[in-house]
């Protein structure tokens, strides 16, 4: 079972390394941006599309 903190996309918080944020850049057909979500470090990733190897 992988998890959320073996992913690039996740940055730990500073204050509790638990918790951090799932950021993942998307693209539409006019633009691209960075999405960000709450996630914690031991969620289990298995049903995750955008989840990459550190």
């Known amino acids: 079972m992988t998890t959320c903190?073996?992913?690039k996309s996740y940055f730990?918080?500073?204050?509790?390394p638990g918790q951090g944020d799932?950021?993942?850049r998307k693209k539409?057909?006019?633009q691209a941006?960075?999405?960000s979500r709450p996630?914690?470090?031991?969620?289990?990733?298995?049903g995750c599309d955008?989840?990459?190897k550190k």
């Open 12 to 16: 730990p918080l500073e204050e509790d």
């Open 28 to 30: 539409d057909p006019r």
């Open 50 to 52: 955008g989840f990459q």
């Open 39 to 46: 996630a914690n470090a031991d969620n289990d990733t298995s």
């Open 5 to 7: 903190k073996e992913c």
């Open 22 to 24: 799932c950021i993942q």
């Open 33 to 35: 941006y960075y999405q």
